[in-house]
């Protein structure tokens, strides 16, 4: 058994347990690259509620899809009760799979809550290979988007970005491999890890790229007409994405003579804040909440239907939105976190906005919708890494990690 503790919510629909279809799809992708060499994936994570959702969920199932959910405790579970039984409780669960586990595949989160971190170390002592995967600079964005209004809750920050980075440490040092994504994440845990692959995280396949005849004649359609710039936007409606600041810069660009707009794909708390905003700055024609879809190729052409791929978030990360605009042959134009300059650097399919500064990124929209041969090469270049980037590519290679890792392990303990 592949045993995979995480904060990402198992979904209750009374007893019929459910997970979002781009969490689902990301573990159908490891579990067909596993090739059940480890058994069934089982996912141990807390609980909320169906309908508490604001993505497509679909069921999973042992006997159908070879990915057992394993609920722990509600999600809105209180530090305080973690820590008066709940997460004794929950260890003891761990406990019970890590008996048959052949692999632990781990990571390090909500470090006030620590099951996941617990579960990593205590398959460590039990000898069971494990994993740690890290797909962020977590402690980074800690810092980025922690309450600073008074002096106690800048505390309350720092006293998490602390535990997180002990525990993310101590995890690096013990686990048998290290899958870190981003070069931030790499360089503040890489030197500690005795094994490590860089993670790239994309769930689409090879053939559900949009074909590249499609991609040329939009690009064509775009340098050659007075069509509107189309960029678009794909994931969950949260404050911390910035989807504020996307349209008050659309906004700004269309103040200056520019034609664009914007096509926002998912659903989430902030829509309805969202279109009120677009009607306030009389841009709701230009907006389109397109809704929430499942993961999947469907998505993927609905991407296509844009020009580029528009990011303003408020905190550094590292979305796996960014690979689905190359499948869709969307290069990035997105304020410069880290992650943003790692995509430039590695594939040059990204035009760089000033980060926070949304006055200058307005300009530089409406330079670029002025003069539109500027997408050209980035729109190329997006088209040149999104193979490379496909999910059975990056499984294959994680796959080949996975099983060096344990074979290594299974030596170690033998000698």
Request: hydrophobic share 45%.
């Amino acid at each position: 058994m592949y045993l995979i503790p995480i904060t990402v919510p198992i979904f209750m629909d009374g007893t019929r347990p459910l997970l979002a279809t781009d969490w689902k799809r990301a573990l159908e992708l490891l579990r067909d690259s596993l090739g059940g060499r480890y058994g069934p994936l089982v996912v141990a994570a807390p609980f909320a509620p169906a309908v508490e959702s604001d993505q497509p969920l679909e069921p999973a199932e042992l006997a159908s899809d070879g990915i057992e959910p394993l609920p722990l405790f509600p999600r809105d579970e209180r530090v305080r009760s973690f820590w008066r039984g709940t997460g004794q409780r929950v260890d003891g669960l761990i406990r019970e799979q890590l008996a048959r586990a052949r692999v632990l595949h781990g990571t390090v989160e909500d470090p006030l809550r620590p099951f996941c971190y617990r579960a990593l170390m205590a398959a460590v002592i039990a000898g069971i290979p494990t994993i740690l995967v890290q797909d962020q600079d977590v402690v980074r964005s800690m810092r980025d988007i922690g309450d600073r209004s008074t002096l106690r809750a800048r505390l309350a920050t720092e006293v998490q970005a602390w535990a997180h980075e002990a525990q993310t440490r101590r995890a690096a040092r013990a686990a048998d491999l290290c899958l870190f994504k981003g070069r931030s994440t790499i360089a503040r845990y890489g030197r500690l890890a005795r094994a490590m692959l860089p993670i790239e995280d994309t769930s689409y396949l090879s053939h559900e790229v949009v074909p590249e005849a499609e991609v040329r004649a939009r690009l064509a359609s775009l340098t050659a007409t007075a069509r509107p710039l189309r960029f678009g936007f794909c994931g969950r409606l949260v404050h911390l994405k910035g989807l504020d600041r996307s349209l008050r810069i659309l906004a700004a660009a269309r103040s200056m003579g520019a034609r664009v707009r914007l096509d926002i794909i998912g659903t989430g708390p902030e829509e309805a804040s969202l279109r009120a905003l677009a009607r306030e700055l009389g841009i709701q024609e230009h907006v389109r909440f397109v809704g929430g879809m499942p993961y999947g190729p469907e998505l993927i052409r609905r991407l296509g239907q844009c020009d580029a791929l528009l990011f303003n978030p408020r905190m550094s990360e590292t979305p796996r939105m960014f690979f689905d605009a190359y499948a869709a042959g969307l290069p990035l134009v997105a304020d410069g976190i880290d992650y943003v300059l790692e995509r430039r650097d590695a594939e040059g399919a990204a035009i760089v906005l000033p980060r926070n500064r949304d006055e200058e990124a307005a300009r530089i929209i409406a330079r670029l919708d002025a003069d539109r041969s500027q997408l050209v090469p980035v729109t190329e270049r997006a088209l040149a890494a999104r193979l490379y980037h496909a999910a059975d590519m990056w499984y294959r290679r994680r796959a080949e990690a996975i099983h060096q890792m344990v074979e290594r392990h299974l030596r170690e303990r033998a000698a």
